[in-house]
């Protein structure tokens, strides 16, 4: 079992500034990706971030030039630095991990915490 525990959420005006982390633990072997997704009311659950272990980053659009992921590999931890927020970014964040435990592949995800952007 993987579990993935994420905190940083919160309520923020518009223009401001959000750091989200995440942090896995358990019988982890190897993760191969850690990203972050996020899901408004009303919505279908969208990628946001990802991060592979082999060094790639990729963005949604509407995320590029606002949002950078980044990962602790040793601390087995991915971070989301959100600038320029804007009120369309609100929504439910979660965080999600791909690899492999000592016995099996794994993908887990976060409890999701919530993002406002308001003013």
């Known amino acids: 079992q993987v579990q993935l525990v994420e905190s940083g959420g919160g309520t923020v005006q518009p223009g401001g500034s959000l750091r989200l982390s995440c942090a896995a633990s358990?019988?982890?072997?190897?993760?191969?990706?850690m990203g972050w997704y996020r899901q408004a009311p009303g919505k279908e659950r969208e990628l946001v971030a990802v991060?592979?272990?082999?060094?790639?980053?990729n963005y949604a659009d509407s995320v590029k030039g606002r949002f950078t992921i980044s990962r602790d590999q040793a601390k087995n931890t991915v971070y989301l630095q959100m600038n320029s927020l804007k009120p369309e970014d609100t929504a439910v964040y979660y965080c999600?991990?791909?690899?492999?435990?000592?016995?099996?592949?794994?993908?887990?995800w976060g409890q999701g915490t919530q993002v406002t952007v308001s003013s």
């Open positions: 999600n991990a791909e690899g492999r435990t000592w016995g099996a592949p794994f993908g887990s």
């Open positions: 358990g019988s982890i072997f190897s993760i191969n990706a």
């Open positions: 991060s592979t272990s082999g060094g790639s980053r």
